[in-house]
């Protein structure tokens, strides 16, 4: 009998490449997902093309549209019924500038939601695999604070201790982290704290920019989805604040999803993991507007506001040396051209 994936927010980014993931490797999926992108971002930001890429499965992909994580009932009702082998949490609002609009939505999706499906997996088992995307937004700026460099495209960490990037015990604490930063915390130590004292196998990936062809990128989240996207349509592309020198990691949602995979084959308690494309994936915005320019052949438009977003970033690369510690058979696949190449491919095939 096959396996069993309970992947949450399964037409998104991250939960459509898992799910697909999966798939191709024999297993059963259940993704609960009521397409909540929509509502919190318009149209741009449906998600319902991925759905359709993974009704090619037919009856081994199981969709419930009508469940919604915030509904505490229908998850404790939802996970014994299926009876997981593993889940995969990556329903959530994933904006730290939507969430100051719409507060309540934020919280309930992003902290009680997450709570709703480890309680409930507490009450059917205790030895089901639990990995949650977190998002490095819970170190809030405090990345802000490290001695930096400014360099002629981009700023760097100017300290021999963050040579490699963040690692995992930054500090979360005493810091500005915006709404969905606070709200993404609470899940995460929930996550953490059911591993602890229930003994509960469970991981905390906190993401850098995870981003891919199957992005359904808006102005207010995805970040790289969407500056393509605004390259190859010719639109103007807002830059807010540092100069456009603010520099992320980005790492191709497939090699999200092998992790995943070595976490559910050999899975550890309360863990918690910095996944992002690491200091040889990362791009500035400037950088960015090269790379793409150069692959399009289209330069890149765009205006500068001398206002950066609330808690944003001046550099943030993760530090991945204790995810390939605990995993040798892990890295990154795909470069960060790669990874250009494959959402530019997407939208010209559109």
């Known amino acids: 009998m096959s396996k069993k994936l309970i992947v949450t927010g399964s037409m998104g980014l991250i939960g459509s490449e898992v799910s697909e993931y999966f798939l191709e490797k024999g297993w059963e999926v259940h993704g609960i997902d009521n397409n909540q992108r ?22 081994q992909y199981k969709l419930y549209t009508n469940i ?23 329903a959530a609002q994933p904006s730290h500038d939507r969430a100051a609009s719409i507060p309540f939505e934020d919280f309930d999706t992003n902290a009680v939601g997450t709570f709703n499906l480890l309680e409930s997996l507490r009450r059917y088992s205790t030895e089901v695999p639990f990995v949650h995307l977190s998002t490095n937004k819970v170190y809030g700026d405090a990345p802000n604070n490290i001695k930096m460099k400014e360099l002629e495209t981009r700023f760097d960490y100017d300290d021999a201790a963050y040579e490699h990037g963040i690692a995992e015990h930054f500090s979360i604490d005493q810091s500005k982290h915006s709404l969905f930063g606070a709200s993404k915390v609470s899940a995460d130590i929930s996550v953490q704290e059911y591993g602890r004292y229930f003994n509960m196998p469970t991981a905390c990936l906190r993401g850098g920019c995870l981003t891919g062809p199957n992005h359904a990128g808006v102005e207010l989240h995805g970040f790289l989805s969407y500056l393509i996207k605004c390259n190859i349509e010719e639109r103007e592309y807002s830059v807010f604040g540092y100069k456009g020198k603010q520099v992320r990691d980005n790492i191709h949602s497939y090699d999200v999803a092998r992790f995943i995979e070595e976490f559910i084959q050999a899975p550890r308690v309360a863990e918690v993991y910095n996944i992002g494309g690491g200091k040889d994936n990362s791009v500035s915005i400037l950088e960015a507007f090269d790379l793409i320019a150069k692959i399009s052949g289209k330069p890149m438009k765009y205006k500068y506001v001398d206002q950066n977003r609330i808690g944003d970033h001046i550099c ?16 990154i696949t795909k470069s960060l051209e790669d990874v250009f190449v494959d959402i530019y491919n997407r939208y010209m095939e559109a």
Not at 38 to 59: H, V
Not at 75 to 90: C, E, G, R, S
């Open 68 to 90: 919604d994580i915030r509904d505490r009932q229908a998850i404790l009702d939802i996970i014994p019924q299926i009876k997981p082998d593993a889940i995969v949490h990556t």
């Open 316 to 331: 943030y690369y993760s530090d991945l040396r204790k995810m390939k510690a605990h995993y040798p058979n892990w890295d």
């Open 38 to 59: 929509a509502i919190f971002f318009g149209l741009q930001g449906d998600n319902s093309s991925n759905k359709d890429r993974l009704a090619k499965y037919g009856s």
